[in-house]
C-alpha cells in the first residue's frame, strides 16, 4: 500500500525557516518524481513545485522559487520541503504527493503550517 | 499562469441526481486535465486524468470530457458518497495550477 507521511509542520514566527519532511513507503520512491501541494485554509490549493526520481532536477511555483526548496533523500526514501522567510500567506496544508506525467496519483495526509506571531 | 476557472462554486444536490460540473482554462491545455475530489476531512483523491480517463477504482458513474480550454465533470446518479469537493487542475503548462473548485452539498 503507497503511504506519504508528512512532518515538520506547526506554528512559526514569520520571516522564519521550516522544514517539512515526507516519508514514503509501498512503492520505489526513486522511480517517481514528487511534488508539494499546498491548500490554504480558504481551501485554495496551490502547485508548490516537483523534482525529478533522481533528485537532478527541480521546478518551482515562480512565485515561491526564491523562498521554497525541494530535496530529496532516496536512501531514506524522503521527500523535503525547506521554507524560508515564510509569511502568513505560507499558511496551509502542505501535501507531499507522487507525481506522474498524469497528475498526482496519491497524496499524504497533510501537515499543517501556521504563520504566525 | 493559467487561470482554472470552476463552475458553480457550490451546488445542492439530491441522491440519484445527474450533476454537471465545469472548469475553463484561461488558455489552451489540450487534455492535460485531471479532475480531484476531496471529501471533508480527507487529502485529495485523483478521479479523472487526460480530461476523460477514470483513474483506477474510479466508479464508471464518473466521466471528464472535454479539450482546449473547456471541460466537464459528469457524476450520474449521484451518490451520498459523493458529496465533495471537486477541484480541476491543468498540468500543461508550468506553473501546474487548480481551479478554485465545486462544493457538493445536499439539497
Known amino acids: 500500500e503507497v503511504q506519504l507521511v508528512e512532518s515538520g509542520g506547526g506554528l512559526v514566527q514569520p520571516g522564519a525557516s521550516l522544514k517539512l519532511s515526507c516519508v514514503a513507503s509501498g512503492f520505489t520512491f526513486s522511480d517517481y518524481w514528487m511534488s508539494w501541494v499546498r491548500q490554504t485554509p480558504g481551501k485554495t490549493m496551490e502547485w508548490i513545485g516537483d523534482?525529478?526520481?533522481?533528485?537532478?532536477?527541480?521546478n518551482y511555483a515562480p512565485s515561491l522559487k526564491n523562498r521554497f526548496t525541494i530535496s530529496r533523500d532516496n536512501a531514506k526514501s524522503t521527500l523535503y520541503l525547506q521554507m524560508s522567510n515564510v509569511r502568513s500567506e505560507d499558511t496551509a496544508t502542505y501535501y507531499c504527493?507522487?507525481?506522474?506525467?498524469?497528475?498526482?496519483?496519491?497524496w499524504g495526509q497533510g501537515v499543517m503550517v501556521t504563520v504566525s506571531s | 499562469n493559467t487561470v482554472m476557472t470552476q463552475s458553480p462554486t457550490s451546488m445542492f444536490i439530491s441522491v440519484g441526481d445527474r450533476v454537471t460540473m465545469n472548469c475553463k482554462a484561461s488558455?489552451?491545455?489540450?487534455?492535460?486535465v485531471d479532475w480531484y475530489q476531496q471529501k471533508t476531512g480527507q487529502s485529495p483523491k485523483l478521479l479523472i486524468y487526460g480530461a476523460s480517463n477514470r483513474y483506477t477504482g474510479v466508479p464508471d458513474r464518473f466521466t471528464g470530457s472535454g479539450s482546449g480550454t473547456d471541460f466537464t465533470l459528469t457524476i450520474s446518479n449521484m451518490q451520498a458518497e459523493d458529496l465533495a469537493v471537486y477541484y480541476c487542475?491543468?498540468?500543461?503548462?508550468?506553473?501546474?495550477?487548480f481551479g478554485g473548485g465545486t462544493k457538493l452539498e445536499l439539497k
Open positions: 523534482i525529478k526520481y533522481d533528485g537532478s532536477y527541480t
Open positions: 488558455q489552451n491545455v489540450g487534455t492535460n
Open positions: 487542475l491543468q498540468y500543461n503548462y508550468n506553473p501546474w495550477t
Open positions: 504527493t507522487r507525481t506522474m506525467g498524469i497528475g498526482f496519483d496519491y
